[in-house]
């Protein structure tokens, strides 16, 4: 099929990759003509585990291409809408700016029978209010929407675990739906599982679906907060409780927070349409569930406050992670930057240090010190703080980095250490919600 995917961003770069990949012609739109540059050459504007080969791969067999013109997308009989959705200043609302701009633009090149695409993650009611638009050109809208974790995200679009259609009544959804299953054939032909409904189910699903993850990393720190006064495990606890099939093991993992680009804001954008809604109350939990996840981050900043003595003054502390999770650079919303800056804040002399997300962190912080290796962030420390979970952290020999810092002191932010190794090599060791 002839696609064509408006918004280059985390989302948008991957899925027109992707699509390339299974065999579609795709061309790919982007306002900003440096990341649609770097894509063109095969190059990925930002870290992704497995993009840049299947962009080079894709490029290469001339079915994807990137522009920024958008009357490129003339051809194209199925128009993907993956821009961003970011929080309001100060305010909880998502901004649908982009959204909005992104499909009145498209309006004069769609051709009636032609289909639009809502990947963007939106409030409930978006869909609705902006199928009449897409109607009157003879086009067609459906929302579809994504979910796609950064670190996987090739793999999630390619073989997702479930596909969404919010499609319109009548024929126009029964065509949505038939157009939809022929970019996704391939998927479909692996039983991977779909569910059609209208456009409000479909838009709930993706806000519901981040709500509930963020609700299972608060729960779990909330019990952290209770294990720190009682002197219980929270990582066994979590083991234990994960054994039951219905509460499952997948993010009970106690720490520092989470962050990115999603789960925050799409549960403060879910708050704010609820209220609009008059329906507040329904998700008023899911304001402890912001509440719980930001003491987090400055429950990890008081643990290295209080092993410093309460004077983190000059005292030198390796951060070691900057970038939301592992596995990507992505610093949006991020507990490990701002457990950097606030440390940096109290008067203390941080060395920053992340295989990815530096750049990033640089350009948002520049008032940062930022190590040129994981050694050199450690060198002379008097604490070291872990706060992304990479994989070359996880794996530092404590007798090793012990040779290193002034002071043998690691605070696991993310209980990604192996407690007991550590204390055996002679360090005092703090996890989170851990004796
Ligand atoms: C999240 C969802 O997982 C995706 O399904 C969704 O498509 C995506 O948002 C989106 O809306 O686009 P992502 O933001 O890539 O994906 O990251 P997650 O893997 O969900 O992690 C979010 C945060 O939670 C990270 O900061 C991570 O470190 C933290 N986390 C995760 C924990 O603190 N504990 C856990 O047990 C798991």
Redesign the pocket.
């Known amino acids: 099929m002839k696609l064509s995917v408006i918004g280059c961003g ?2 948008g770069a991957v899925h027109a990759a992707a699509m390339a990949e299974i065999g579609h012609d795709v061309i790919g739109i982007d306002v900003d003509s440096a990341k649609i540059e770097a894509l063109q050459e095969g190059r990925a504007p930002f870290f992704e585990p497995g993009l840049p080969e299947i962009l080079t791969s894709a490029r290469d067999s001339g079915r994807l291409k990137f522009s920024t013109q958008l009357s490129d997308v003339r051809g194209s009989t199925v128009h993907f809408v993956a821009v961003g959705t970011p929080q309001k200043k100060g305010e909880n609302a998502a901004d649908l700016t982009y959204v909005d701009a992104a499909i009145h633009s498209l309006l004069p090149y769609l051709a009636p029978g032609d289909l639009v695409v809502g990947k963007s ?1 939106v409030p409930v009611g978006t869909a609705a209010r902006l199928a009449e638009l897409v109607e009157a050109t003879g086009a067609s809208l459906a929302w579809n929407p ?6 996987f ?1 090739v793999k ?1 679009t390619i073989a997702p675990d479930r596909l969404v259609y919010g499609v319109p009544e009548g024929e126009a959804g029964e065509k949505a739906r038939a157009q939809l299953d022929e970019v996704y054939a391939r998927a479909l032909s692996n039983d991977t599982p779909l569910v059609v409904t209208d456009y409000a189910t479909a838009e709930l699903v ?1 806000v519901s ?2 709500a509930f ?2 609700t ?2 608060s729960f ?2 909330a019990m952290a907060e209770i294990a720190e006064v009682t002197g219980a495990d929270v990582t066994q606890l979590a083991d234990a409780i994960g054994f039951d099939a219905r509460i499952g093991r ?14 925050p804001k ?1 549960i403060r954008a879910f708050s704010a349409r609820a209220e609009e809604l008059g329906r507040g109350e329904s998700v008023a939990f899911l304001k402890e569930v912001d509440a719980i996840n930001l003491r987090r981050r400055q429950r990890v900043v008081d643990v290295v406050v209080e092993e410093l003595g309460d004077s983190p003054f000059e005292k030198k502390v390796a951060v070691l992670g900057l970038a ?2 592992p596995d ?1 650079d992505d610093i949006r919303d ?2 490990a930057l701002d457990v950097a800056v606030q440390l940096h804040g109290r008067g203390a002399d941080v060395s920053a240090f992340d295989p990815e997300a530096m750049a990033n962190s640089a350009k948002r912080y520049p008032q940062l010190a930022f190590a040129d290796s994981a050694d050199d962030a450690l060198k002379d420390a008097d604490i070291v703080v872990v706060v ?2 990479w994989k070359e952290f996880r794996e530092l020999d404590p007798s090793a980095v012990a040779e290193l810092v002034n002071g043998k002191i690691v605070v696991d932010g ?1 209980n990604c250490l192996d407690a007991v190794a550590w204390r055996e090599a002679g360090w005092r060791y703090r996890g989170m919600g851990r004796p």
Do not use: H, M, Q, W
């Open positions: 985390y989302l993650t994504e979910f796609l974790r950064e670190g995200a999630d993706k679906a981040n993850l963020a299972k990393i779990i720190n997948r993010f009970l993992n106690a720490g520092v927070g989470f962050g990115g680009g999603c789960l799409d939301f999770k990507s991020s507990p992304t979970e993310r």
